[in-house]
């Protein structure tokens, strides 16, 4: 795993444009609300879950590297792979930090499709040996962000996770990057979740409101093995319900309505 892109390795500037180099624009998902509506409610919840995890993690002391936080959820159909993008898009915005988003979900990954990445080499190929990790890396035009996508489907999913060679590559990405997310599997549907869990530093939990039972949510916590678990995204409230950020006028707040 030596090829790495000379945008990536020794340097702190901005990743390159697109995803892809060509003229093409990148047509992204309208739900990556991190981008798409950047001063919206949503958005600033992202960005509260954001340094809460920072906090979260300079509490109980810090891996060498950068930090590695995995997002999961009971069972499918939760938000996990919208809330794994749209917080390593927050953190990538923020400026201050290198991410790399990883879809870890090799059975059914989605993040080359949130980001229209197309068809390209990922992470099941990288675990295969068949391409090199700054292959598989592709640049996202806003800020320091690379997105890594599943890859193809491989034959045995669980066996690739466990493998030493994601353990390299994730000590590979540490010493590249700032902060680390992988979108990862559902913990009761699949025994990946549990595997690529123990690797990260902190877990979070992304649970549906008004849908995902509370006693799957502790199947799901207990199907962890112990995993550090720093906890629970409420996923799919009413917008209603959440009040909006405070407008900002000439550097200060104001009242808002």
Not at 75 to 84: F, I, Q
Not at 240 to 245: D, F
């Amino acid at each position: 795993m030596t090829s790495i892109p000379k945008t990536v390795a020794g340097t702190r500037t901005p990743f390159l444009e697109r995803i892809e180099g060509g003229g093409a624009e990148v047509t992204i998902d309208e739900r990556l609300v991190a981008i798409t509506d950047p001063q919206g409610a949503a958005a600033e919840q992202y960005r509260m879950l954001l340094h809460r995890l920072r906090y979260a993690r300079s509490l109980r002391g810090a891996a060498q590297g950068g930090a590695v936080i995995a997002v999961t959820s009971a069972m499918r159909e939760e938000g996990t792979s919208l809330t794994a993008a749209n917080l390593a898009l927050t953190a990538a915005r923020a400026g201050d930090s290198r991410v790399a988003l990883i879809d870890c979900d090799l059975r059914r990954g989605t993040q080359a499709s949130l980001f229209g990445m197309g068809a390209r080499m990922g992470l099941s190929d990288l675990l295969q040996g068949k391409c090199e990790i700054g292959e598989a890396l592709g640049r996202f035009h806003e800020g320091q962000m690379a997105v890594i996508a599943a890859g193809k489907a491989p034959v045995e999913p669980a066996a690739l996770l466990a493998s030493p060679r994601f353990i390299a590559a994730l000590q590979t990405l540490r010493s590249l990057f700032d902060e680390i997310v992988l979108d990862v599997p559902p913990a009761l549907a699949t025994a990946d979740a549990s595997i690529v869990a123990h690797r990260a530093d902190g877990v979070v939990m992304v649970v549906r409101a008004e849908a995902t039972p509370r006693d799957q949510v502790a199947s799901a916590v207990r199907a962890l093995s112990g995993a550090p678990v720093w906890g629970l995204v409420l996923n799919g409230v009413d917008p209603a319900r959440v009040p909006r950020p405070l407008p900002v006028v000439k550097g200060q707040l104001t009242a808002g309505k």
